[in-house]
Nanobody, 121 residues
Framework: QVQLVESGGGLVQAGDSLRLSCAASGRTFSSYAMGWFRQAPGKEREFVSAIDRSARSTWYSDSVKGRFTLTRDNAKNMVYLQMNSLRPEDTAVYYC??????????????WGQGTQVTVSS
């Protein structure tokens, strides 16, 4: 079992950067791919990015490609989402998840509680 805790959210202006962190507990962290999803008010949860177990492969949604970078440190049980050139449409609650390497919400087994990111124009 894996427990996930996100941090790093906040209120920023358009064009600013934020780095979200996800701390994982459990000795099996490196057995899971890690994903980030987000959910804006009134919208479904959507895929943002994923990284495979060994960090050799990453996946980004078209809306964040080129602006967001996902990394992981298996020695520290940490995942980081660097978000640059933020836009108002990036405003959402961001969730960290552990599971198979996938873009589908339903494939992930474990979820954090979420961290709010608000981007003002």
């Amino acid at each position: 079992q894996v427990q996930l805790v996100e941090s790093g959210g906040g209120l920023v202006q358009a064009g600013d950067s934020l780095r979200l962190s996800c701390a994982a507990s459990g000795r099996t962290f490196s057995s899971y791919a890690m994903g980030w999803f987000r959910q804006a008010p009134g919208k479904e949860r959507e895929f943002v990015s994923a990284i495979d177990r060994s960090a050799r492969s990453t996946w980004y949604s078209d809306s964040v490609k080129g602006r967001f970078t996902l990394t992981r440190d298996n020695a520290k049980n940490m995942v980081y989402l660097q978000m640059n050139s933020l836009r108002p449409e990036d405003t959402a609650v961001y969730y960290c998840a552990a599971g198979p390497y996938s873009t589908r919400t339903k494939d992930y087994n474990y979820w954090g509680q979420g961290t709010q990111v608000t981007v003002s124009s």
